[in-house]
């Protein structure tokens, strides 16, 4: 017996190396869980539409007529808390009031202009319950773009939060003549609330179909004004599904975002994540820096949703203490999840590391998308990608994207001259991202934008590869290395061309932001006078305010150690603020600092430096002028 134990004792811890080698290799236990998160949701998704319960809103009713979730909460907004029985007897009442009162019928979009709030969300559910679409308005637009969206809806309705009901000012009123505003106040709600809960027939709604548009969202106008994408209910159902499978978010759950709902970020990958699992969702009117944490430790919260430069402004923010023991807070809390889009290189592990995030789960998509990519990480493995993925599921779904060599002269992705085809990029190399549709129904995968027929054709390429092939354009730069790391390059239009090279902003940026004197930056190419291409500049946040002789100097030894001389960032403009101009959704705008350039005149209050010998010396009127006159070759 002993003779046969000691093989047996060698070769178990054997064969389970070479098992870890194997899958390290070929990642297939991660493949495994993805296939374990998506396969059960489509057929969930499959079975609803059957049945004729494809509407969200069959969704919220099972949770709230069953009798082991009916008294969970489902809702926390500040210190108001819905169980889901409570929300669901509170969306009956809403729904009732839109009926009466406003003759909201099966079909029709009502326009949602609010912060994150309760009665946002009952408003939702109420639309949905009624057979209506919800058209979710960012909150933050004012003026033309306002009425832009609320004509791109083709809502006669348009319900507002009066905290910015300032926002529909007579301008907007008087471009849209007549669009009925009704401002929810508190009033109003009580009026809402004093209906019947009657549950509207299912006539209204169970004729659902997966491609059927469920929402519409708008995009968060980086290049322009909005557009008005249309996110069907099979989207919303997969996504919520695969995403609360795939992070692991359980019914014990509190799952919190301070992320505006008018986005698919939290709506799709929080609320519909929240509500797939039967979780509790907690939120945030707005982000905001000083109390983020402070609301996840009041709401007890598990799993936390970013977007964008949100945690390098919380890793930016000074340590919270106690104000009786003068604990650091900074790991006081629950959350074991990290969940979002937009987690830059550079504060990835700053991030994790300050608050003892376990997991990060960083995706990458389009709200009218039609494919994304998924990276759940617990070590420096897959650090900074946007997605991965191992042999398996690349065995799976590799007809289903693409990497192609882009044309940066004309923004498109390259042709070859003599096939007319696109080609791919190798292993490492930077390429437009693609997703393929089925050209027959293109629908069936990517529903376009509302009302915007051209702009729809305008994401469509066809016979990419072979003659009558369909794929969606994602318009961002991206690149995959041996592992099947999926990392962001740069979206397209902001690689710039220098001394005959292409320059990716974000990798860039990402080399700028290391610097410890810097808290945040935006990089960007700027036409200068005499000169061919852009040059590089970078628009940056310094700690200290002003930047020192000793802190230009060694960000000039930083670039010039980590970049290639054609990507270093020949003009730092150091921007007075707390905070580089973003969206909404804390996505960074490049337009207005681009079309402002390096004109001191053009600056404001900003510091312009350039970058001379060894160190960023401050670039003067003078300097400008001298470059006006070709006297400067750089």
């Known amino acids: 017996m002993a003779t046969a134990a000691f093989p047996l004792a060698v070769a178990a811890p054997a064969l389970a190396a070479v098992a870890a080698y194997i899958n390290g290799r070929t990642q297939l236990s991660y493949d495994l ?13 499959s079975w609803w539409e059957t049945r004729g319960r494809m509407n969200t809103f069959y969704r919220l009713e099972a949770l709230a007529t069953s009798k082991s979730s009916e008294n969970r909460d489902f809702l926390r907004f500040e210190d108001r808390a819905y169980t889901y029985a409570q929300a669901y007897d509170t969306v009956l009442r809403y729904a009732n009031w839109l009926k009466k009162k406003h003759g909201v019928k099966k079909g029709e979009l009502v326009a949602l202009d609010f912060q994150n709030t309760d009665t946002f969300i009952f408003l939702v559910f109420a639309l949905w319950s009624l057979g209506a679409v919800p058209a979710l308005i960012n909150y933050n637009l004012t003026g033309h773009a306002l009425s832009h969206c609320i004509k791109k809806a083709a809502s006669r309705l348009v319900l507002v939060d009066p905290t910015i009901a300032a926002n529909v000012s007579d301008d907007v009123r008087s471009e849209l003549p007549h669009i009925n505003f009704e401002i929810a106040t508190p009033e109003q709600q009580a009026q809402m609330l004093a209906m019947d809960a009657i549950r509207p027939p299912d006539d209204v709604r169970n004729d659902a179909k997966a491609d059927d548009m469920g929402i519409l969202i708008f995009t968060s106008g980086t290049t322009g004004l909005p557009k008005a994408a249309i996110v069907s209910w099979a989207k919303i159902a997969v996504v919520g599904g695969f995403t609360s499978r795939l992070i692991g978010t359980r019914s014990t759950d509190v799952y919190y975002t301070a992320m505006p709902l008018y986005h698919s970020t939290a709506m799709l990958m929080g609320l519909s994540n929240a509500l797939s699992a039967g979780a509790t969702f907690a939120i945030a009117r707005k982000f905001s820096t000083s109390h983020f944490w402070d609301d996840v430790r009041k709401h007890g919260a598990n799993i936390i949703q970013y977007v964008g430069e949100t945690c390098r402004y919380l890793s930016s923010a000074p340590t919270a203490t106690d104000p009786v023991t003068g604990e650091n807070l900074d790991q006081k809390h629950n959350v074991r999840v990290a969940f979002g889009n937009g987690l830059r290189p550079d504060v990835w592990n700053k991030f994790k590391d300050r608050f003892g995030i376990d997991t990060i789960a960083e995706f990458y998509g389009a709200t009218e998308g039609s494919f994304a990519t998924w990276n759940v990480s617990r070590n420096d493995l897959s650090m900074g990608a946007i997605g991965r993925s191992g042999s398996l599921y690349n065995l799976i779904f590799r007809k289903d994207i693409a990497i192609v060599e882009v044309d940066h002269e004309t923004g498109l992705p390259y042709r070859d001259p003599v096939t007319g085809f696109c080609r791919r990029t190798r292993c490492g190399e930077p390429g437009e991202f693609l997703f393929r549709l089925p050209p027959k129904n293109v629908k069936s995968r990517f529903q376009g934008y509302y009302g915007d027929k051209e702009a729809s054709t305008k994401k469509i390429m066809t016979s990419v590869f072979v003659e009558g092939d369909a794929w969606f354009r994602s318009g961002d730069v991206v690149r995959q290395d041996q592992e099947h790391r999926l990392y962001f390059t740069d979206r397209i239009g902001d690689t710039f061309r220098w001394k005959s090279e292409n320059v990716s902003t974000a990798e860039v940026a990402q080399v700028v932001g290391l610097h410890a004197a810097v808290l945040e930056c935006n990089v960007y190419g700027v036409a200068l006078p005499h000169h061919e291409g852009r040059a590089g500049c970078a628009a940056v946040i310094f700690k200290d305010g002003v930047p020192s002789d000793d802190t230009l100097r060694s960000l000039a030894d930083h670039v010039r150690g980590s970049l290639p001389k054609y ?41 312009l430096f350039w970058l001379k010998g060894d160190t960023y010396v401050l670039f003067s009127h003078d300097d400008w002028k001298t470059l006006g006159m070709g006297r400067v070759k750089l």
């Open 33 to 45: 869980h993805m296939l374990r998160s998506i396969v059960p949701t489509i057929l969930a998704s």
């Open 567 to 607: 990507a270093l960032p020949l003009f730092i403009r150091a921007v007075r603020g707390d905070a580089l101009e973003a969206t909404g959704t804390h996505k960074q705008q490049k337009h207005n600092l681009r079309s402002e350039g390096v004109d001191p005149q053009n600056v404001g209050e900003d510091f």
